[in-house]
Every structure is written in structure tokens, then in C-alpha cells.
């Protein structure tokens, strides 16, 4: 999620109080906090007071349950569960992913899982609500920013509120089991691929290329730090529908897939890319909380704590990102990404049943 409080790009300045030569002598772990915590400017202080009180909320909660929802279905199962608690899996999940700037779903749906002990339709329904605003929050900072292509977008988003619903709605005729082991092959995907990308880093490339010097109303094109680009708008949108239906299936928005291929496949600089992908990433869950929504596997006060877990957690997580070498960071998220698919697969590995 975007830095919403615009401190994250400073990781590692100096305080604010004019104590800059203490950044000389500083430790690297100290630096690091420093980093995450930002300067002491309205905006971080205020996340810190709400980053406190959820924290304090979150211990409470844990030790001596004050509120507790029941959710029940015929065919799925019933579950007491501390709606509060969700702002423990928001900020693991957040933060774990903002280092990264993807994956927040792949840590979310096995924390409700595993921890909360949601049968798993149900934690796929509840993250789809969560994910949905918290996306839309972070779409909005890209917009401010002038980084989106709409005119790539909108057909994408069309496509994929099509293919993410028809996913989702296969998703809920689908056994327990099934989605377990799909949902693990994605994680075990994920997970090889950032322990590669940490071992073997991609090259640098210059940005974007122009994909194609046709005009007309099927093109979209523009320039971003000076690097110019043109595609056509419907194969994104096409490729969109395809990713958006089986990630549909398996709960989670599909940027980690479209992001790339925005980039790789149609020359969108990455930061176009990026911002791009918010907005199709928005309608894909979007799509998918409205089905699963109708068919009762969201557990709504749940999830409001989690968008406020994942708020906090995501601004600290990608701050620690900017100071924290890559590499080490795949390399870690790799390793934690497996122990999750294995305990997917059934492996016990004392995190509780999925």
C-alpha cells in the first residue's frame, strides 16, 4: 500500500530537530527505525497514536474477549471469532507485504485461516472486502500522482470484474481441499520466485518501450520521465480476463501477474504499470467480494479491523522496504511463503489446522 503520509521516500533522512550528525554515528538497526517511524511531522504522529491504540486494542482482545461474532452456514461451517483480532492479521499481513509492495493476500487469507480458524470460503470473502478498500485507498494515492494510464485501465477493469466474479463464483462450489491446494500452488509459486529474483535480481531495464506506433481509439499512450510508450488497449484487457478468473478462484487480486505483464508485454514503465494496476486490481476483488459477499462468507466487522490493521502495517512495512536490501527481503519472504504452503498442504507445522 502507498505511503499515504508521503514519509517513505525519505527513509533514512535525518530528524526533523536538527539532529542530523546523529545519523552518522547511528547503527544500522537504528537507522532502520528511524526509517520506519518517519520524521515527527501531523501526519506520522497521528499514525502513530492510531498504530498505539490499535495495538492496545489488539493485547486487550487477545487476553480477555469483550466481543465475539458468530457466523454460521449450512454447508460451510460455523465460527465464533474477535472481530478485533482481525487487526492483528491486517498489520502481519500489511506490513509483511508493504515491504514488497504485493503478496498481502497470500500472508491474510492463511492468518484467518490458520490463526482465526475461519473456514477458508469464508476467510476469502472476508480478505476480498478488506483488500477491496485497501486497494482503493492506494489507488487513489497512484491518481494523485498522475502514474495511472486510464485509458489501459478501464478496459482491463471491465474485463476482470467479469472474469474475477466468474472465478469466484466457480470458487464457491469448489470443496474446502480444492481451494487449500490451489491457493498452496500459488503460494509455492510465489515463493520460488522470489527466492530466484533473491538470488538471481532482474536486470535493470530503461523503463518502457514503445510497444506500438498506431493511433487511434484501440490505443493508449504517453511518456513518463521522458521515456515514451504506446499499446493497444485490448490485449491488457483480454489477458486481464484470463488472470482475473483463476486468481478469482484462489481469492486474491492478480497484480503480482497483470503488473508485470503491463510492463514485460505492453511497455507500460513500471510505474505506470503500477499505478495502473491498482485500479484493475480494485475492480478484480471488487467483483469477487460482491459474489462472495451475496453468498454470506464475509464476516464484515472483521474485515473494518483488518483494513485498519492493514493501513498501519503497510505504510511501516514498505518504509522498512525502502532501507532493506531486496534481495534479503525475497529471500526472506520466499522461505516464510513455503512454511505457509506447506502448512496449506497439510503439513503440520504448529500454526493450528487450516
Given at each position: 500500500m502507498a505511503d499515504t503520509n508521503n514519509t517513505g521516500a525519505a527513509a533514512g533522512a535525518a530528524p526533523a530537530n536538527g539532529a542530523a550528525d546523529a545519523d552518522i554515528t547511528c547503527s544500522p538497526f537504528?537507522?532502520?527505525?528511524?526509517?520506519?517511524?518517519?520524521?515527527?511531522?501531523?501526519?506520522?504522529?497521528?499514525?502513530?497514536?492510531?498504530?498505539?491504540?490499535?495495538?492496545?486494542?489488539?493485547?486487550?482482545?487477545?487476553v480477555a474477549p469483550s466481543w465475539t461474532v458468530?457466523?454460521?452456514?449450512?454447508?460451510?461451517?460455523?465460527?465464533?471469532?474477535?472481530?478485533?483480532?482481525?487487526?492483528?492479521?491486517?498489520?502481519?499481513?500489511?506490513?509483511?507485504?508493504?515491504?514488497?509492495?504485493?503478496f498481502i493476500s497470500l500472508f491474510?487469507?492463511?492468518?484467518?485461516?490458520?490463526?482465526?480458524?475461519?473456514?477458508?470460503?469464508?476467510?476469502?470473502g472476508t480478505n476480498s472486502l478488506a483488500s477491496a478498500v485497501i486497494g482503493l485507498m492506494a489507488a487513489m494515492v497512484h491518481l494523485s500522482k498522475k502514474t495511472p494510464n486510464m485509458k489501459v485501465a478501464f478496459p482491463m477493469m471491465a474485463t476482470g470484474f467479469l472474469g474475477a466474479g466468474a472465478g469466484a463464483y466457480l470458487s464457491l462450489g469448489m470443496t474446502p481441499e480444492q481451494l487449500k491446494?490451489?491457493?498452496s500452488v500459488l503460494?509455492?509459486?510465489?515463493?520460488?520466485?522470489?527466492?530466484?529474483?533473491?538470488?538471481?535480481?532482474?536486470?535493470?531495464?530503461?523503463?518502457g518501450f514503445v510497444a506500438t506506433e498506431k493511433q487511434g481509439l484501440l490505443y493508449a499512450g504517453g511518456e513518463w520521465n521522458g521515456v515514451p510508450y504506446r499499446t493497444n488497449i485490448l490485449f491488457p484487457a483480454f489477458g486481464n480476463f484470463f488472470?482475473?478468473?483463476?486468481?478469482?478462484?484462489?481469492g486474491?487480486?492478480?497484480?503480482?501477474?497483470?503488473?508485470?505483464?503491463?510492463?514485460?508485454?505492453?511497455?507500460?514503465?513500471?510505474?505506470?504499470a503500477v499505478g495502473t494496476g491498482n485500479f484493475v486490481k480494485v475492480a478484480n476483488i471488487g467483483s469477487q467480494f460482491i459474489v462472495r459477499g451475496v453468498a454470506d462468507t464475509v464476516i464484515y466487522q472483521l474485515a473494518v479491523f483488518a483494513m485498519m490493521g492493514g493501513y498501519c502495517g503497510a505504510n511501516f512495512g514498505r518504509r522498512?522496504?525502502?532501507?532493506?536490501d531486496t534481495r534479503y527481503l525475497r529471500l526472506l519472504f520466499g522461505i516464510l511463503l513455503i512454511f505457509v504452503g506447506l502448512q496449506y498442504m497439510g503439513i503440520k507445522l504448529g500454526l493450528g489446522s487450516a
Open positions: 537504528l537507522t532502520g527505525i528511524r526509517a520506519v517511524l518517519g520524521e515527527r511531522t501531523p501526519g506520522n504522529m497521528a499514525l502513530w497514536a492510531l498504530t498505539a491504540v490499535l495495538l492496545l486494542a489488539l493485547v486487550k482482545e487477545s458468530a457466523w454460521s452456514h449450512p454447508n460451510w461451517g460455523t465460527v465464533n471469532v474477535v472481530p478485533v483480532l482481525g487487526i492483528g492479521v491486517g498489520m502481519v499481513a500489511g506490513f509483511l507485504g508493504g515491504m514488497v509492495g504485493a491474510s487469507v492463511p492468518l484467518y485461516t490458520l490463526w482465526l480458524g475461519l473456514p477458508v470460503k469464508v476467510a476469502l491446494m490451489y491457493f503460494v509455492f509459486g510465489a515463493a520460488f520466485w522470489m527466492l530466484w529474483r533473491g538470488i538471481r535480481p532482474a536486470p535493470a531495464k530503461s523503463g488472470i482475473a478468473a483463476l486468481t478469482g478462484i484462489i486474491v487480486g492478480g497484480g503480482f501477474l497483470f503488473t508485470p505483464m503491463l510492463h514485460a508485454a505492453f511497455g507500460l514503465p513500471m510505474m505506470v522498512l522496504g525502502c532501507v532493506v
